[in-house]
């Protein structure tokens, strides 16, 4: 007796060395993708110019106004980038006043970037981007753990963790997110904490049990936040509402199905009612959620009348046969990726249809993945909730984008809400290729041949899917990273050097102002010049700028006339993004017939004006 004893108190001691080994060696694999995925949302941090936007949320950040830049008048650099320049006596209130005031965004994450950027600001020297987009980059980082989380809860699998957390280290739609500075890594980071909320509630519901309490506190704080971080979140808020709908509705059948059978058996009489129990507290959370919305509709009413947002309600943007492709696109860079932009046709058009290859080839595979997990009786529902919410989010896109006219496919950084979404589907789908044992157990027991075929078909494919899934992501992070995708939409890097090969005589930058988005393109464009004469040994010759402020179409362009005649000649007068005309005739001046190259964000032509 005491060998067999021995024997196995030596084998327990030895399953207990393997789970604590496995254990470690599962923290050591997310502590590497975390290191990875840090490196690789740092590199070339600053190597884009910032844009618009991220000009708004620095400006605002340090509690500063763009009412404070002179219109209608010709003014130096430094007086166009004053803004940047860090007031270290602003405060949060500041901060809130002047969003709310002159932006759309709820104001959350300027609060955040406002402490953060406090930590690092001087009073004699303009804002740091390297600063501003680094918390951007922790937000980013830290959906990499979450996403593991997600992936664990939802499938109960260390490898469907492992695999969605490598995916989102080198997803090129997450590191071009991360590297932006704006709201929507934090925004992602909700999304997930709000979708495992989901995946307890569905377990829950489908065991017929209440949601605890800590759960329902949770989530009804995390939608709350979500909204004050960035408005879309809300659609992430209807995603969830809609797979909830959808199980109500299952479970409403189920109860008139078998309303009568529930009669006859005296212990279950109790079950017999509409308002099942074990929902009571899924209410809470809606009706709570509701009232944490309620204070946001007066400026969600002001939205669609607000310049700042009119570009997205455009009458003619939204069509079906752009908007489509656009979609699919959106989805494709979440996880893979190749050069696209800044590259001549013929290299596009090689990488395009490798690209479209390599999607046509996985599609299957993912298709049988999720079926297989579909009919994996311990993860069932929370697959089917996830890829409920996934469909849902592609119903609402498509449904705003019909109804209010305004096309949601028109910008990849609007589609965060159901990014977590597919990479944790993908790496469900995939880790069948990697370690379908669990899953063959069971459908033999069973007896489902057909689903066995299945998994005996992504069982033949075996690791290098996966492999190749990482390889894929790695190089669009790459090229993300170069800057042959998800380029910035303005780039002053490639005007500047224009402006300056012309440049003998006096200049002015001239644009038509209607909102703090034309003042955000030129500190762009002046930014620019700053960093292009800190690299040359000449002393610099900084253009001026001038903002025309319009309300009618021909008041911008007399404006314009009327500082000129005040400036001194010769001058070369650059229009940018000078609307309702990009060639408007100027008096005195006569346009440059040269033809120059077209670039992102700016639409511009050269007047000599004598």
Not at 170 to 179: E, H, K, R, T
Not at 289 to 301: A, G, H, Y
Not at 555 to 571: A, D, F, R
Request: proline share 5%.
């Amino acid at each position: 007796m005491k060998p067999q004893s021995r024997q196995i108190k030596n084998s327990n001691q030895h399953q207990q060395l393997f789970r604590i080994s496995s254990v470690g060696w599962q923290v050591f694999l997310l502590l590497g993708w975390i290191i990875v995925g840090s490196i690789l949302r740092l590199v070339n941090l600053t190597a884009k110019p910032p844009w618009n936007d991220e000009f708004a949320t620095v400006v605002f950040s340090l509690g500063n106004s763009f009412r404070t830049v002179p219109i209608d008048q010709a003014i130096a650099l430094d007086t166009l980038l004053q803004p940047l320049q860090p007031n270290l006596n602003a405060g949060v209130n500041d901060v809130i006043q002047h969003l709310m005031s002159e932006s759309t965004h709820p104001p959350i994450y300027f609060v955040l970037m406002h402490l953060w950027m406090k930590l690092f600001s001087t009073d004699d020297e303009l804002a740091s981007f390297w600063v501003a987009r680094s918390l951007s980059v922790i937000f980013g980082v830290a959906t990499i753990p979450a996403i593991f989380g997600l992936g664990y809860l939802a499938f109960r699998s260390l490898i469907v963790g492992q695999i969605a957390a490598a995916m989102m280290v080198v997803s090129p739609y997450g590191i071009y997110q991360a590297q932006e500075a704006r709201h929507y890594t934090l925004a992602i980071l909700l999304v997930i904490a709000s979708l495992c909320c989901l995946v307890l509630a569905i377990r829950n519901l489908q065991r017929r049990e209440r949601l605890p309490v800590w759960v329902v506190l949770l989530w009804v704080f995390i939608n709350a936040l979500g909204i004050a971080v960035h408005y879309f979140f809300f659609l992430s808020i209807c995603a969830t509402a809609l797979v909830l709908l959808s199980f109500w509705i299952e479970d409403f059948y189920n109860w008139i199905k078998h309303r009568n059978e529930l009669q006859k058996v005296p212990y279950l009489q109790q079950r017999n009612s509409f308002i099942l129990t074990h929902w009571y507290r899924i209410y809470t959370v809606a009706i709570s959620t509701v009232i944490s919305s309620l204070v946001w509709i007066p400026v969600w009413q002001s939205i669609p009348d607000n310049q700042v947002t009119q570009w997205i309600f455009d009458e003619n943007s939204f069509n079906l046969l752009e908007s489509i492709p656009q979609f699919l696109a959106w989805i494709i860079t979440m996880f893979a990726l190749l050069p696209i932009e800044g590259a001549n046709v013929p290299v596009m058009l090689f990488f395009g249809a490798v690209l479209i290859g390599y999607v046509v080839w996985l599609l299957p595979l993912i298709i049988k993945g999720i079926q297989i997990q579909i009919s994996y009786p311990p993860t069932r529902w929370e697959n089917q909730a996830l890829l409920r919410y996934f469909l849902a989010a592609i119903t609402l896109v498509f449904t705003i984008s019909f109804s209010f006219g305004a096309d949601l496919t028109i910008a990849a950084r609007y589609h965060f809400f159901y990014f977590p979404v597919v990479i944790v589907l993908l790496a469900a789908a995939v880790t069948i290729c990697w370690d379908s044992n669990k899953v063959l157990e069971f459908l033999v027991s069973v007896g489902n041949l057909r689903q066995q075929t299945l998994v005996y078909s992504l069982k033949s494919k075996g690791k290098k899917v996966v492999i190749l899934l990482f390889v894929m992501g790695l190089l669009g992070s790459i090229t993300v990273l170069s800057n042959f995708a998800y380029q910035k939409p303005d780039r002053p890097d490639l005007l500047v050097p224009i402006i300056e090969r012309v440049s003998q005589n006096s200049t002015l930058i001239a644009t038509t102002h209607f909102t703090h988005e034309q003042v955000g393109e030129m500190m762009g464009l002046a930014l620019e010049f700053k960093h292009y004469y800190s690299h040359k040994n000449s002393s610099p010759n900084f253009p001026l700028f001038f903002l025309a402020h319009s309300e009618q179409n021909s008041s911008s362009i007399k404006t314009l006339e009327k500082n000129i005649l005040q400036l001194p000649k010769p001058l070369n007068l650059w229009l940018v993004n000078f609307f309702p005309t990009i060639e408007p005739t100027i008096s005195g001046c006569l346009i440059d017939s040269e033809i120059r190259p077209k670039m992102n964000g700016y639409k511009y032509r050269l007047y000599h004006c004598l």
